[in-house]
């Protein structure tokens, strides 16, 4: 074998170690990003699983603003520096049928907002890491703690809707306010013609029924009905207590 088959089956075999390296590399950092990628989705995982939270009673203030209450059920604490990345959407009617908006935390309650109104424990003041919202905003929002948040729409709402909540790592909760129907009794005392009867709708009902639970002279009808209220009216006035059992649905 001369000196020239010597260097080239050397190169053949430099060049085959090279390649086998490169090979070797490549599937080393390959198995490096999969086993990175695996570990933040475990991470995220752990994360939202000790996420959770529960939604209150959606409360009206006004045509424009909404309070809920959103206790923190879960593991995680959320510091007052990250509440803004807690996403809200609100769904409403207003007078162009039903729409549903994103809402930005503004603390300072600019335009359409949301923003904490206060952080509580059992009802009462925090007992650890209490929040503080002003100069300078600190704080957590603690396991069991409860944030009374408030929304403001620009919109003029006929009526609130639901609301949803998705906090940082994923975890989302839903409330709605919607009451379709409703049912009761209503008395209209003696030598009265007529009693308005709060129907606990969220809106105005549409279909309206009476059951008079006693004899009743002469007719009966409903008027005035609203967002909240309806009348019961007679064409003649009771001599006894005359009790009325009602019926409504939107």
Known sequence: MGYSTIIAAAFAAII???GLATILTTGITSMDTITSSISEQVATAEEKLGEECTLGKIVGVDSHTYR???TNTGDSLLSVGDLSKIDIL???EDAFGQA???IAYDQNGSGEYWRVRGVYFDGGAEITNPTSFGASDYG????METMEVE?????TVTEFESILITLPGGFRAIQSSS???NWGEAVVLSGQLSLTVYHGLTGTPKNIQLTPQTQVTGTYWVSNINTTSFRINLSHKPGINTPFFWYCQR
């Open 16 to 18: 085959m170690l090279t």
């Open 68 to 70: 809920v209450n959103v």
């Open 90 to 92: 609100a769904i409403y």
């Open 100 to 102: 549903t908006r994103w």
């Open 140 to 143: 957590i929002w603690d396991p």
């Open 151 to 155: 929304v403001h729409l620009n919109a």
């Open 179 to 181: 009451v379709t129907s």
